[in-house]
C-alpha cells in the first residue's frame, strides 16, 4: 500500500515551452501533496505544499506563477513548469501524505531544458 | 534555525554493521524518519520512530533516539551491497503544518 507514482520519469523539452508533472497516489487518498526539486548530491528542497480544493502555499523564493499547482482530487496533484528554462533543470519530486503525518514519496521526475 | 545535520559519507565493508547519524533541531518533533534514496529514483520510507521511544527495531534496521540531545542514528545489520544508496532523516517539527526537514543526506557505500 501506499504507492505513489509520478509521471513522466523523464522529460526534455525546449526553453520556453511548458512542462506538465503528475503526482498521483494509487491507493490512498491525500488531502495533502507536496513538491520537491532535488539537486544533484543535495538534499530536497520543499517548493510548494498542495491542498486538495485549494491553493498551493508556496515556500519562501519560490516563483507561484512559474511553478503552478493544482491538487484537483484527492489523488492527484500536478506542477507545471511554465516557460521554462535550462536552470529549471531538475529533478522533481512529490509526496503524498498517507495518513497523518508519514509522506509517501513518488519515483521523481527528471526534467532536462535545452 | 531549522538544521537537520548528518555527516556526508559512510563507507562500510559488505556484513559490518552500518551507523547513520542524525542530529535534528526542534525538541517538539513528534515523528522522526529515515528515508533511502538509491541513484535516480525517489525516496523509500525504511521506517520511523515516535518521540515519546528510545528505540526501535524492524529486521536488520535498530533507530535510536536520544531526544535529550536531539540525536537520531540508523544501524543497518549486516549491511548487503544493496543498502548502497543516500539516507536522508527527517523531522516534522512542532509546526502542525506536516511539513518535513530534510537531513543534508548520508551517501552509504558498501564495499564487497
Known amino acids: 500500500g501506499a504507492v505513489v507514482s509520478q509521471h513522466p520519469s523523464r522529460v526534455i523539452c525546449k526553453s520556453g515551452t511548458s512542462v506538465k508533472i503528475e503526482c498521483r497516489s494509487l491507493?490512498?487518498?491525500?488531502?495533502?501533496m507536496f513538491w520537491y526539486r532535488q539537486f544533484p548530491k543535495q538534499s530536497l528542497m520543499l517548493m510548494a505544499t498542495?491542498?486538495?480544493?485549494?491553493?498551493?502555499?508556496?515556500e519562501q523564493g519560490v516563483e507561484k506563477d512559474k511553478f503552478l499547482i493544482n491538487h484537483a482530487s484527492l489523488t492527484l496533484s500536478t506542477l507545471t513548469v511554465t516557460s521554462a528554462h535550462p536552470e529549471d533543470s531538475s529533478f522533481y519530486i512529490c509526496?503524498?501524505?498517507?495518513?497523518?503525518?508519514?509522506?509517501?514519496f513518488g519515483p521523481g521526475t527528471r526534467l532536462l531544458v535545452l | 534555525g531549522e538544521d537537520v545535520e548528518q555527516s556526508l559519507f559512510l563507507s562500510v565493508r559488505e556484513g559490518d554493521s552500518s551507523v547513520i547519524n542524525c542530529t535534528y533541531t526542534?525538541?517538539?518533533?513528534?515523528?522522526l524518519y529515515w528515508y533511502k534514496q538509491e541513484p535516480g529514483a525517489g525516496l523509500q520510507l525504511l521506517t520511523y520512530?515516535?518521540?515519546?521511544?528510545d528505540m526501535k527495531q524492524d529486521q536488520r534496521l535498530t533507530v535510536l533516539l536520544n531526544k535529550k540531545d536531539k540525536h537520531l542514528s540508523l544501524r543497518i545489520a549486516d549491511t548487503q551491497t544493496g543498502d548502497s544508496a543516500i539516507y536522508f532523516c527527517?523531522?516534522?517539527?512542532?509546526?502542525?503544518?506536516?511539513?518535513?526537514?530534510f537531513g543534508t543526506g548520508t551517501r552509504l557505500k558498501v564495499l564487497a
Open positions: 509526496s503524498a501524505n498517507g495518513g497523518k503525518e508519514t509522506q509517501y
Open positions: 491507493d490512498f487518498q491525500a488531502t495533502t
Open positions: 498542495s491542498n486538495e480544493g485549494s491553493k498551493a502555499t508556496y
Open positions: 526542534d525538541s517538539s518533533s513528534t515523528y
Open positions: 520512530i515516535f518521540s515519546n521511544m
Open positions: 527527517a523531522e516534522i517539527p512542532s509546526s502542525g503544518t506536516y511539513k518535513y526537514i
